[in-house]
């Protein structure tokens, strides 16, 4: 079984530009979640996601930042224009319906020139 | 929100010393993990412990629900454990959303 897989593992944007951070949850699991982490800090919440549905996006910026999960394919995160203060490293995590636990996958680092 | 802090935030071990790492929270929780983050940035899973006492090789954690706190024990280290340990917790009363705190920068030298 798969972990949960995101791409790109790197992406490197120009200020003004969009990015677009993709997240396949694992196999069985319709809940997805986003988070950030800033240079030298913990994680924060971001959104929760399960399909077709934002549940909770009270930790995303209400500007800029949009997210989805569809019925078919991997959950997006959008950051449009993106800025300086957006290079962070974009972690998504999965868990299955009946569970407490999160399953993170490797991250997606995304630096803004 | 709830609060998690972590102790120490810095630790530096000679390989084969133990260790004890603290989290504290300050709301009831219903689902506590550990994690490691290696120094290539990837988050690995330990521990889903909201309560109780579990043990994975050198490594175990022990959650005490009811005073709000969990210690992760590392045993016998090695310079793979170097890294940044992080304790995350989810509110009993609302959301899914985990709480992380600040972490702990592990180093552990040869």
């Known amino acids: 079984n798969a972990g949960v897989m995101q791409n790109p593992r790197h992406l490197v944007r120009r200020r003004g530009q969009e990015a677009r951070l993709r997240c396949s949850p694992m196999?069985?699991?319709?809940?997805v979640y986003w988070y950030r982490q800033l240079p030298e800090e913990g994680l924060k919440f971001m959104v929760y996601?399960?399909?077709?549905?934002?549940?909770?996006e009270s930790g995303m910026p209400k500007e800029r930042f949009s997210a989805e999960f569809p019925k078919e394919g991997p959950s997006i995160l959008r950051i449009q224009q993106v800025v300086r203060g957006d290079s962070a490293a974009y972690f998504c995590?999965?868990?299955?319906?009946?569970?407490?636990?999160?399953?993170f996958g490797p991250g997606t680092r995304l630096t803004v020139l | 929100g709830i609060q998690v802090e972590q102790s120490p935030p810095d630790l530096i071990l000679q390989e084969g010393a133990n260790s004890t790492l603290r989290c504290n929270f300050s709301?009831?929780?219903?689902?506590l993990q550990w994690f490691h983050q290696n120094p290539w940035g990837q988050l690995i899973n330990l521990f889903y412990i909201p309560s109780g006492t579990k043990q994975n090789g050198r490594l175990s954690a022990t959650t005490v629900a009811t005073e709000r706190y969990s210690l992760l024990y590392i045993s016998s280290s090695q310079t793979t454990d170097s890294g940044v340990y992080f304790c995350a917790v989810r509110r009993e009363t609302s959301g899914s959303r985990l709480t992380f705190g600040e972490g702990t920068q592990l180093t552990v030298n040869p």
């Open positions: 995590a999965s868990s299955p319906p009946s569970s407490n636990t999160q399953y």
């Open positions: 196999k069985g699991h319709s809940h």
């Open positions: 709301d009831s929780v219903n689902n």
């Open positions: 996601l399960q399909k077709e549905n934002i549940i909770d």
